[in-house]
């Protein structure tokens, strides 16, 4: 069944996935510095684990906001954005720390930026219809 969320509350939900996917490379740069994660590198990597996968995925994603671009660019994103965290990870723990290094500060970082913006605009969108 869908139920759309009323706009001050879709709102908040972006605002708070940028938030914590900001911080996701504090996390992966301690993962490279100590060699451990707290969580399993594939589990890192799934986009539907987060609140904001699990939110995208939510009944409250009505087909109209499914089939919308700003819906399928943050989604194709956060998934990226997963993928690159898991590899981060998944090099961090195996003390591959120059790759892991690499990567967090080329593929990821690059992601997690086209991934905020596009969180940002998607939440400015829905603030101007208000």
Do not use: Y
């Not at 900001?22 to 799934?46: E, F, M, V, Y």
């Not at 954005?81 to 090099?91: P, Q, R």
């Amino acid at each position: 069944m869908e139920t759309e969320l009323p706009e001050n509350e879709f709102a908040k939900h972006l605002t708070d996935a940028i938030q914590a996917h900001g911080t996701w490379k504090l996390k992966l740069r301690t993962a490279i510095n100590t060699g451990k994660t707290d969580q399993d590198p594939s589990h890192i990597a799934c986009d539907d684990r987060c609140a904001l996968g699990q939110w995208l995925k939510s009944p409250v994603m009505t087909s109209q906001i499914r089939a919308g671009m700003p819906h399928q660019v943050v989604s194709r994103l956060h998934r990226k954005f997963h993928a690159n965290a898991g590899e981060v990870a998944k090099l961090a723990i195996a003390n591959r720390k120059s790759e892991a290094d690499a990567l967090l500060e080329g593929k990821f970082q690059e992601g997690s930026q086209k991934l905020v913006r596009a969180l940002r605009k998607w939440r400015g969108e829905v603030e101007t219809r208000h």
